[in-house]
């Protein structure tokens, strides 16, 4: 007999394993998402030029592209469940919070990807200086798990509205001024040499609350 | 409803001590539609057919007997081998299908039960996927993708998701839509296993579904509108 | 009816001596009134956001349809009293700062809280259902609660960021006139107590609303 722990492991593995499946099988959202992220990404470069100078505007530049390439994407994996109608098979195998931690992981995994495509293509197109890695990769790191975190429990929200993905970007918006403020900042920070684990432990704080905020929420998002 | 202990899922079949009450259980969509007020008890083994019009709440009803959906209004308890069933807890005790349970469409039948056993956690999840699968007559079709079966097949694919892990409460919507001849004997086979091991609640308009049953829980409220 | 009353005259009357009997600040000149209506305005737009937020989380344990209502109503009337406080903001910082827009702390801080204000609204406007719009909503609510606090220790950033040379908030509300001071306070209270009435009066309507609608499905 499987213990609750072992179970709670279980569903979420498979429900990573399911996404990460249908996605590949599907893979116009990838398409889509990581076409949207070069697109933004060569708006901004064409508008902006190189700007290897100013560490506070490619902080900025940077971060407003991440953040349009998650707004446009990370909702996808709620919505989906709901238009598919598989929502009900999904909350008879599986606990709410593993439900929530699958989908969450699995919105990470898809915002990983996006950055491995749209981070490097940024530095180089828009004539960055090298970065300081260890703090660059900490920012980035931390700031995705915390767009990640938000958009997964906000997609939760927004997948049983009319709006949908047109309302997830406008109602997710206020959620992660907080996020791209601290991750600009410490974008910035890294370049200037400047020390950043405010901005870190900032990031990390509101993963942690938002995730506790879901943690107890999750479970009545679906009652319906 | 907070979530609670996952109960061990219940295997053995002398699960003879079920009832399934409710009180004053009701809940509301919208002004008007909804399910009216409810008193019943029903105990296991057996199979209890839930009548109606449309509309006046019989998925509703079967919907938060499962656990998918909490009420506005009163409770429905659900006790299985003695010990009460908390409605975060019902999946591991609940076998359901409804029109509204639907499959990933790019995922291979194979694969959609497989999904499942998965996500329990069961050791030996292949063997019961494919156990399942043979009893509805899917065994051919493992690798046919779900958005390609037809109505009918869908809905065997629904039977088998219910029977999956033997339930000791078996909840029906609607079993025999879809179905021909054969898929209706199908359903009237799995209600009579679910007869000896447990309790099957079978919401339907269908006089063959409705004589299967030994007790019937009659839905007489407003019931216009459809609880979508 | 009498207390209503009451709440019109005392409004009137604070209005009257923060305009006609207290002095002007040194600094601002003329502009000094504002504070009467611009500050109580912003202090609304927060207690209403606290308001909604705590009825929000009361329905998520409570189930009653009530604290939807007050967290539907509070949320409102908080957009009504934040636009009011930044638009009467704005024209004050053109007068004394001479631009309308500074993303100097507190005004970033009265942005942000429109932006959930609108979101929370738009979030309720996409959802027909009463009950998955009032949990829905106020699971939203629920989560932006738990961000607000990152905006404050956030906003000194960004504002250091982007404008590092703007002017430092002027607002030196520490010695303030007595006479001015109680001009202001009589305005703190005036605006919450309209808050409050109009609050309630919406409360009452969604309810009256919601009863005639099961009344008439009942036929």
Known sequence: MPTSASSFAAAVWAILRKECRTEWRTR?????????????????????????????????LLWIVLLFASLASLHHGFVREVEGHTLTLLRLVASPAAIAVGKLLFNLAFLLVLELVTVPLFLVLMGAPPPAWGPFLAV??????????????????????????ALFAGVSL????????????????????????????LLAGFTAAVLGASILLYDHLWND | MSGVQLATPVRSAATVDIAVTGTALMHRYAPGRGLDPID????????????????????????????????????????????????????????????????????????????????????????AAAAALAEVGLAGRERDRFAALSSGLKQRLRLA?????????????????????????????????????????????????VRLADQRIELRGRGVGDPA | MILRGLLFAWIAAALAAGFLWAPIVPGLGPTTRVLYFHIPAAWITVVALAWSMLHSVLYLRRRRMDHDDHAAAAAELGLLFGI????????????????????????????????????????????????????????????????????VFVVPRLYFSLHPDTVINARGKVDMDPRIQLAFLAMLVGFTGLFFWVLSLKVRLSRLERRRAERAAAW
């Open chain 2, 161 to 209: 998701f219910a029977i999956l892990f033997q339930p000791p409460v078996l909840v029906l919507d609607e079993p025999g839509s879809h179905l021909d001849d054969a898929g209706r004997e199908l359903v009237a086979r799995l209600l009579e296993r679910q007869r000896e091991r447990g309790l099957a609640l079978v919401a339907t308009n269908d006089e063959r579904e």
């Open chain 1, 28 to 60: 116009y959202g990838l398409n889509a998402s990581l076409l949207f992220a070069i697109t933004t990404l060569t708006s901004v470069s064409f508008a902006a030029g190189r700007l290897g100078d100013r560490a506070d505007l490619l902080g900025a």
């Open chain 1, 174 to 201: 206020p959620l992660l001024l907080p996020v791209v403020a601290a991750a600009v900042s410490g974008t910035r920070g890294q370049w200037q040499q400047g020390s950043i684990g405010s901005e870190l432990k």
């Open chain 2, 40 to 127: 019943f008890q029903v105990a296991g083994p057996g199979v209890v057919a839930v009548t109606g019009r449309n509309g006046v709440g019989k998925s509703t009803l079967l919907r938060i007997v499962a656990g998918l959906l909490q009420p506005t209004g009163g409770r429905c308890d659900v006790v299985v081998g003695g010990v009460p069933r908390a409605p975060g807890a019902r999946r591991t005790c609940v076998g359901y299908g409804a029109p509204e349970l639907s499959f990933y469409d790019e995922l291979t039948v194979a694969e959609n039960l497989k999904f499942a056993t998965e996500a329990r956690g069961d050791a030996g999840a292949g063997a």
């Open chain 3, 84 to 151: 009011v406080a930044t638009v009467s903001g704005s024209m004050w910082a053109k007068a004394v700062w001479h631009s309308y827009w500074n993303w100097d702390p507190r005004e970033t801080s009265i942005f942000f809280l429109l932006l959930i204000y609108g979101a929370y609204l738009a979030l309720r406007s996409s959802i027909e259902n009463d009950e998955r719009r009032a949990r829905l909503s106020a699971a939203y609510s629920a989560v932006a609660f738990v961000t607000v606090p990152f905006l």
């Open chain 1, 140 to 165: 980035l790191a931390l700031g995705s798990l915390a767009l990640a975190s938000t958009s997964t429990l906000v997609g939760a929200i927004i997948a049983q509205t009319r709006g949908r993905a």
